[in-house]
């Protein structure tokens, strides 16, 4: 079992990405899904991804980017149902904000649809507060939550 950060230069690229793709196909609705732009998302300057594996399998990642010298944002993190509630997720995402920190940002923002309630749950646990309600976020009928976290860097 491990976490690895997704490297270009990485032979497993391709594989790891098509995984990816298929999990987010299985866990997001079709607009949510960043499937068919997955590859894409990833060659942007700025971004990245931690997965990790158990067996051989990819059982979660977070994808995250840093637009600008100030501010993150976490654009996706999913764990694979049968891998839920050990407590992957947490650590997935505690490795993402320690890769921004690194980064000096002091901010990590994201979104997140309000019946998500184990994502939410777990935003806040790791500190992040509710922003707003941003209305028809990712269709005319589905909300979401922009939420962030704040760090002094000292
Ligand atoms: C959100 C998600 C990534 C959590 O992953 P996970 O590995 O199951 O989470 P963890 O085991 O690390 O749990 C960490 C914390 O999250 C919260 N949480 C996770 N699952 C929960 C659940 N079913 N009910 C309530 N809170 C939950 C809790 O605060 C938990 O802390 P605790 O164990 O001290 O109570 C996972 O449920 C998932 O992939 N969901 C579908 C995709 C999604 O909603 N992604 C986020 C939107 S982009």
């Given at each position: ?6 490297q ?40 990245g ?40 997720g ?17 901010r990590i ?25 941003v209305?028809a976020?990712?269709?005319?009928d ?13």
């Amino acid at each position: 079992m491990g976490l690895s950060e997704l490297q270009r230069t990485s032979g497993r690229w391709g594989e790891v990405v098509d995984e990816i793709v298929r999990l987010e196909k299985k866990i997001f609705p079709k607009h949510e899904s960043l499937a068919r732009s997955f590859d894409d998302e990833l060659k942007k300057k700025n971004s990245g991804l931690l997965y990790m594996e158990i067996d051989g399998e990819i059982a979660g990642y977070v994808m995250y980017s840093c637009p600008s010298s100030l501010c993150a944002v976490v654009a996706k993190l999913a764990v694979k149902e049968k891998y839920r509630r050990q407590g992957h997720g947490e650590a997935l995402m505690k490795a993402a904000i320690q890769k921004c920190r690194s980064k000096r940002i002091n901010r990590i923002s994201l979104h997140v649809e309000p019946l998500r309630s184990s994502a939410v749950n777990l935003y806040k646990k790791l500190g992040f507060q509710i922003d707003t309600l941003v209305t028809a976020y990712y269709s005319s009928d589905r909300d979401a939550y922009r939420m962030f976290i704040d760090f002094g860097n000292e």
